[in-house]
């Protein structure tokens, strides 16, 4: 029975990362930080509810606007604040940034979400 329990522990010895591994898996974990996170939650809540009352209230003073014009209308916003906060480095962050072998899967989602508007 000992001869198992010793197999056992040398097993679970072999298996577990070092101490220098442990260190290094450290420094490259993610802090989770569940006040920030609410806190977030609550932000994109209010924006979003904002977002839900404004297009209301231009549907409401404009009945003959059209769906795409609104849609046109919140992209390019979003693009100027992109803009604005990134301090036009746009570019570096969307696209120089992203994996060369997962562009091709980004390009086919984006055109598909834009096609998703239309129809």
Same mark, same amino acid.
């Given at each position: 029975?000992?001869?198992?329990?010793?197999?056992?522990?040398?097993?679970?010895?072999?298996?577990?990362?070092?101490? *220098?591994?442990?260190?290094?898996?450290?420094?490259?974990?993610?802090? #989770?930080?569940?006040?920030?996170?609410?806190?977030? $939650?609550?932000?994109?809540?209010?924006?979003?509810?904002?977002?839900? $009352?404004?297009?209301?209230?231009? $549907?409401?003073?404009?009945?003959?606007? *059209?769906?795409?014009?609104?849609?046109?209308?919140?992209?390019?916003?979003?693009?100027?604040?992109?803009?604005?906060?990134?301090?036009?480095?746009?570019?570096?962050?969307? $696209? #120089? @940034?992203? #994996?060369? *072998?997962?562009?091709?899967?980004?390009?086919?989602?984006?055109?598909? @979400?834009?096609?998703?508007?239309?129809?």
């Amino acid at each position: 029975m000992a001869a198992v329990d010793n197999r056992a522990e040398t097993n679970i010895q072999s298996s577990s990362p070092s101490h *220098e591994d442990s260190t290094v898996a450290d420094d490259d974990a993610i802090n #989770d930080n569940p006040k920030l996170g609410v806190l977030w $939650y609550i932000v994109y809540t209010l924006k979003m509810t904002a977002i839900l $009352y404004i297009t209301k209230a231009l $549907y409401g003073l404009n009945p003959d606007i *059209e769906v795409l014009q609104v849609t046109m209308m919140k992209a390019l916003i979003s693009i100027g604040i992109l803009l604005f906060m990134l301090n036009f480095k746009l570019k570096h962050v969307m $696209y #120089d @940034t992203i #994996d060369p *072998e997962s562009k091709w899967a980004l390009a086919f989602k984006s055109v598909q @979400t834009c096609v998703s508007i239309f129809i």
